[in-house]
């Protein structure tokens, strides 16, 4: 299936997904504080593959958790396709993730007794989308990332590598423009690893969407457009 027959809208090359201001994110531990981030800012622009890197404890997961919605920053700010998420409460957060964000994990997260086609409905469903259209969008998308003979599979009956294709199918299903990866290849062999990065950058190119993608994986490293490297909670390009 070729990028015009996937019914997947674009994006306009250069534009600004998510951003980070100067933020930083501090927790209480015990008596004292630990500085999570400190003063990170960063630019993700559609079309584009970052990877970054860092030790686990870095600050890599707060990172995303904070460009999602999913946690708040102690200060600073992000703005996600241009909207500030300060000034949104959690059911808007929540909203904005389902129609414009996409998140993998190293983990699939797939139901085991679902098929492939419906864990990769579930969003659709969530946002409401009609059953057609749902079945219509969740096939293109199994197609696209070359499972489609497997849409009928239960999730238990897939391979690691088609479990995360499924997942990155899933997570593309609604359309995002900013989409958040954290360590999406950390249970597969190098192989099969690698044939999934390079499929996420393919549809980053492809569809201009922005990808970020937690790893300590260097095939990610290599595929990636750029590089940002965050140690004891600072950021850095490499």
């Given at each position: 299936m070729t990028p015009q027959e996937l019914q997947l809208p674009t994006g306009t090359a250069a534009e600004v997904v998510a951003e980070a201001q100067n933020?930083?994110?501090?927790?209480?531990?015990?008596?004292?504080?630990?500085?999570a981030l400190r003063g990170v800012s960063l630019v993700i622009?559609?079309?584009?593959?970052?990877?970054?890197?860092?030790?686990?404890?870095?600050?890599?997961?707060?990172l995303l958790n904070i460009l999602t919605g999913l946690d708040n920053p102690t200060s600073g700010s992000v703005t996600v396709l241009g909207r500030p998420l300060a000034g949104m409460d959690e059911a808007a957060r929540a909203r904005l993730r389902r129609e414009h964000v996409g998140m993998m994990f190293q983990n699939a997260h797939l139901f085991p007794l679902l098929t492939a086609q419906e864990n990769v409905e579930l969003p659709l469903w969530l946002a409401k989308a009609e059953?057609?259209?749902?079945?219509?969008?969740?096939?293109?998308?199994?197609?696209?990332?070359?499972?489609?003979?497997?849409?009928?599979?239960?999730?238990?009956?897939?391979s690691g590598g088609e479990q995360q294709r499924v997942a990155l199918?899933?997570?593309?299903?609604?359309?995002?423009?900013?989409?958040?990866?954290?360590?999406?290849?950390?249970?597969?062999?190098?192989?099969?690893?690698?044939?999934?990065?390079?499929l996420l950058r393919s549809i980053s190119h492809q569809f201009n969407i922005g990808f970020l993608?937690?790893?300590?994986?260097?095939?990610?490293?290599?595929?990636?457009?750029?590089?940002?490297?965050?140690?004891d909670g600072v950021l850095a390009e490499e």
């Open positions: 933020v930083s994110r501090d927790f209480r531990s015990g008596s004292g504080v630990v500085h622009r559609a079309g584009e593959l970052v990877a970054l890197r860092g030790r686990s404890g870095s600050g890599k997961t707060t059953p057609q259209r749902r079945t219509q969008l969740a096939w293109q998308m199994l197609e696209y990332v070359g499972l489609g003979q497997r849409a009928h599979h239960r999730g238990m009956e897939l199918a899933r997570a593309l299903a609604h359309g995002p423009r900013f989409v958040v990866a954290d360590e999406p290849t950390g249970n597969l062999d190098s192989m099969t690893g690698r044939a999934v990065i390079d993608v937690a790893t300590h994986d260097m095939n990610v490293v290599s595929a990636a457009d750029r590089v940002v490297r965050i140690s």
